[in-house]
Every structure is written in C-alpha cells, then in structure tokens.
C-alpha cells in the first residue's frame, strides 16, 4: 500500500497495534519498545505510531506478532537485533 495514495489515521493505526503483541517504534536513534499484550493507552501507542500529519509513519511493516515502526538510525538490522 501506498501511504501517500491511501493514508492511514488514528483508527487504522489502532485497529493495526490490536493486531499486534508487540510494536517497536524508530525516531532517529531511540527505539522505543511497547507489550502491547499489558494493554497501554491508545494515546501511547498513537504517539510512536503517527507523524505530524495525523497519518501513520513510514515505513510500517508486521513480522509475526510485530510490530514496526520507522527506520532507526542504524538501520534495520537494530530490529533484527531486538526481535
């Protein structure tokens, strides 16, 4: 899917995480990591998973039972390290 052709707000964001047991989100070179099993607040979850649009980052991608968000830094391979 293309975000920018198909944009994706609050409520598909959320229906997203809930499909989830785990996000892990990138903005620069923090990696931020949420157990969406313990249930946090959908604001938590919205403020790793939005940009500044109101639309959520790119890139976006499910493995498995994971979530991710953004490009660290470093590169993908700081996700394959926490997986």
């Known amino acids: 899917m293309t975000a920018s052709k198909q944009p994706q707000g609050r409520n598909e964001a959320l229906a997203l995480a809930r499909k989830s047991k785990r996000l892990v989100a990138a903005k620069g070179s923090k990696i931020t990591e949420l157990d969406l099993t ?29 979530l991710y968000i953004g490009f660290p830094k470093e590169g993908f391979p700081a996700f394959s390290a926490r997986a």
């Open 38 to 66: 313990k249930r946090p607040s959908d604001d938590a979850i919205l403020a790793l998973m939005l940009g500044p649009t109101g639309n959520l980052r790119a890139p976006t991608m499910r493995v498995g039972d994971t």
